[in-house]
């Protein structure tokens, strides 16, 4: 089988051993798998073709979810699929399936003009985000009015917001494998690589249900999000297609296995292959 992964390379400092230990695994059993990087080259839209039989769309880059879209025009496979993968990076989208699937989300809020938000400030802070945006980077909590304008400039527009609720301990960042549900404890935001692992904790019903409801919802079963608890009710804030899966036991393995599944159902339907142990 042949796999593509489409990705952003990432700078020395930025340890992220997954993926590569993910690809080392896949050509282990014997598939032929292929780095691409958008934003390293041009890429000649007349020209492009499906080469591969499973495109693993990594990068959070608008370039490479573009190529992405592309090649699903051209009946290309890819995991997760681009409407899904479109879908998750717009937070207004999201956020929106979310709620009408009885997800518990905060109270969310769009709009064009950052102090039209002022008068939400006199029941709560407001968290302000880039409406596209990923990793944690350009989010602010505003509690002042005057603070609305600096928040709204870092997260672009249009200025998306939700109600702060004040968190009851840490993060819980929580990770779907086709249908299996991991727990992982973190600190925000993180201040180094060992933040990010974070430390393992069971995942109790009411979490597992909330997660595969969010996989129902969005039609994907390999995805990431984040649940804050607060005065002791849980809150999803944040929602990924394919987060980094940082603190999952045996998280390489299981996502290769994953892969390897997929592509062999792209390729021959009826495929089975043995389950990750």
């Given at each position: 089988m042949?796999?593509?992964f ?7 400092s ?18 032929t ?6 934003d390293?080259?041009?890429t000649?839209?007349?020209a ?6 499973l495109y693993?769309l ?5 370039t490479?979810?573009s190529?992405?879209?592309a ?9 997760n ?7 998750c990076?717009?937070?207004?989208m ?11 989300v905060?109270a969310?809020?769009?709009t ?5 938000l ?9 968290v ?10 350009g989010?602010r909590?505003v ?8 928040a709204?400039e ?12 004040q968190?009851?301990?840490l ?20 201040g180094?690589y ?6 393992p904790?069971?995942v109790d019903s009411?979490?597992?249900d909330?997660?595969?409801r ?13 649940v804050v ?16 899966f ?8 299981r996502l290769?296995d ?5 592509a ?8 089975r292959?043995e389950?990750?142990?």
């Amino acid at each position: 089988m042949k796999i593509a992964f489409i990705l952003v390379r990432h700078p020395p400092s930025r340890l992220s051993p997954i993926v590569p230990e993910v690809m080392q695994r896949l050509r282990q059993r014997g598939a032929t798998v292929t780095e691409v990087m958008p934003d390293e080259g041009v890429t000649d839209l007349g020209a492009l073709t499906v080469e591969h039989d499973l495109y693993v769309l990594k990068s959070g880059a608008e370039t490479a979810l573009s190529l992405a879209g592309a090649l699903h025009s051209l009946g290309a496979t890819l995991l997760n699929p681009y409407p899904v993968a479109a879908l998750c990076r717009d937070k207004v989208m999201v956020t929106r399936v979310l709620q009408a699937a009885g997800v518990p989300v905060p109270a969310t809020y769009v709009t064009a003009d950052p102090h039209r938000l002022a008068p939400l400030l006199a029941h709560s802070a407001l968290v302000v985000k880039p409406h596209r945006g990923s990793q944690g980077y350009g989010v602010r909590i505003v509690r002042q009015p005057d603070e609305l304008a600096a928040a709204a400039e870092q997260a672009g527009r249009p200025v998306y917001a939700q109600a702060y609720h004040q968190p009851d301990g840490l993060d819980r960042k929580l990770y779907c494998i086709g249908g299996d549900v991991f727990g992982v404890q973190r600190v925000w935001p993180v201040g180094s690589y060992a933040d990010k692992l974070g430390r393992p904790f069971s995942v109790d019903s009411e979490l597992r249900d909330i997660a595969l409801r969010c996989g129902r919802a969005v039609g994907i079963d390999l995805f990431g999000l984040d649940v804050v608890y607060s005065d002791g009710r849980p809150y999803v804030v944040d929602f990924s297609s394919f987060p980094g899966f940082k603190g999952v036991p045996d998280a390489a393995a299981r996502l290769s296995d994953y892969i390897a599944r997929t592509a062999a159902l792209a390729t021959h339907p009826a495929a089975r292959l043995e389950p990750f142990s």
